[in-house]
């Protein structure tokens, strides 16, 4: 059951801090949550549809389908929160020059979605093999069920915590969250492709596993945060910092443009 | 064409370049493909075997990970960066290295109490 525990709060802790962070800032952008029923759906769908199929995908692509569709559902979510910073971005300087209400939940409904599809995946392949066909029901889904509520409270938390936040002061701080944990699903991204040899295998720059273990809870959430490495490679640490360069490049994007508009009133 | 500009009316000769071409680049991609050391590690009652995977240092190493039982594993490695589902009854590849000596442990995320093994780099 301490597996079962441990494999759905890791798979689960990363996206749903991801969609509880989306959930406050469009709120805070003045949307109502109806977003996300269709987001859970679809993330449903994407899971149930990943793991049937991923005998099928992972021999696609010479035997790299899997690491080819992970990478580039990561770098896609990526993508979409510096997306999100720019839109959270023009609605925090200038309300009126807010995006379109379909551009603002395209993002959180896609973003969520993509996230759910990748790691429900794998708690559905669990689940259902050491659950329903070992005959383990009570012991595995219970432990699942503990370990998904454990990501849920703390990604409850970080939602009201958020939204406790002056409405600006949460879409700021919500940006910030959406800078890292883009980074972080870059950093992943680099994983898969060197698993499959796309990316080249390098030297680590440094190793900082003695002083934080990537094993370790503390070394876990940081990982879930901040995609936190303990051996980094140049290749890796320069794709995480221009992650970070893109978010903050498409927040002082968004606040020129805002700016101009002013001017020309 | 040759260096009077007349089109070369002897297909033997550009059928035989072509042939060498194709032939060198064939080897050459062989060369290649040989370079790349294979490994196969095989999962049985979740468990890894051979446990202890002994590969040379600053090479790239092919991971052939075939999964023998009938629920699917996952093959895991913090210290690898490499994470991989393999369904029951399948196989899957994951590259790893150029790699410093040491010890890389790997488990199966399903199975983490018993599917336990690790690269030893040499």
């Known amino acids: 059951m301490i597996s079962a525990v441990i494999i759905v709060l890791r798979e689960v802790l990363e996206g749903v801090l991801m969609i509880c962070m989306l959930m406050a800032s469009a709120s805070a952008m003045g949307h109502r949550l109806r977003w ?43 993508v979409l929160l510096i997306v999100h910073n720019f839109l959270a971005t ?48 009570a012991s595995v889904l219970s432990g699942a069920a503990i370990g998904a509520g454990i990501g849920l409270s ?18 700021w701080v919500s940006a910030g969250i959406a800078t890292v944990t883009g ?15 796309i990316l080249p295998g390098q030297a680590a720059l440094w190793d900082s596993s003695s002083l934080v273990a990537e094993s370790s809870l503390t070394g876990e959430l940081l990982q879930a945060a901040l995609g936190y490495e303990a051996t980094p490679t140049a290749v890796q640490l ?12 498409a927040m002082a994007l968004a606040r020129v443009s805002v700016k101009t508009r002013e001017y020309r009133k | 064409m040759n260096r009077k500009g007349k089109i070369d009316q002897r297909p033997g000769r550009a059928l035989l370049t072509g042939t060498a071409l194709c032939g060198f680049m064939l080897l050459s991609g062989s060369v290649a493909l040989a370079q790349t050391l294979e490994v196969e590690i095989q999962i049985r ?23 023998l039982d009938a629920t699917p594993e996952e093959f895991e490695s913090y210290e690898l960066n490499r994470e991989k589902v393999i369904v029951g009854n399948s196989q899957g590849i994951v590259f790893i290295g150029p790699l410093e000596p040491g010890e890389y442990p790997f488990f199966g995320e399903f199975n983490p109490r018993t599917a336990q093994g690790k690269v030893i780099v040499e």
Not at chain 1, 154 to 171: D, E, H, K, Q, S
């Open chain 1, 36 to 78: 996300l029923p269709a987001a859970l759906v679809l993330g449903f769908f994407g899971a149930f549809s990943y793991a049937v199929f991923l005998e099928q995908i992972s021999m696609a692509f010479d035997g790299l389908g899997q690491e080819i569709i992970s990478a580039s559902l990561l770098l896609a979510v990526a």
């Open chain 1, 90 to 137: 023009r609605h925090a300087n200038l309300p009126e020059a807010s995006a379109p209400a379909l551009a603002v939940l395209g993002v959180c409904v896609a973003a969520s979605a993509m996230s759910m599809s990748r790691e429900g995946a794998e708690i559905y392949l669990y689940v259902y093999a050491f659950g329903v066909q070992a005959g383990e029901m």
């Open chain 1, 154 to 171: 703390l990604g409850t938390f970080m939602y009201y915590g958020l939204r406790a936040l002056p409405w600006r002061t949460c879409l």
């Open chain 1, 183 to 197: 980074a972080g699903l870059v950093m992943q991204a680099t994983y898969y492709l060197g698993q499959a040899d």
């Open chain 1, 238 to 249: 320069s794709l995480y910092l221009a992650s970070i360069l893109a978010a903050l490049g």
């Open chain 2, 45 to 67: 009652e979740h468990l890894f075997y051979p446990s202890e995977v002994r590969i040379p240092s600053n090479t790239k190493v092919k991971l052939v990970i075939r999964n």
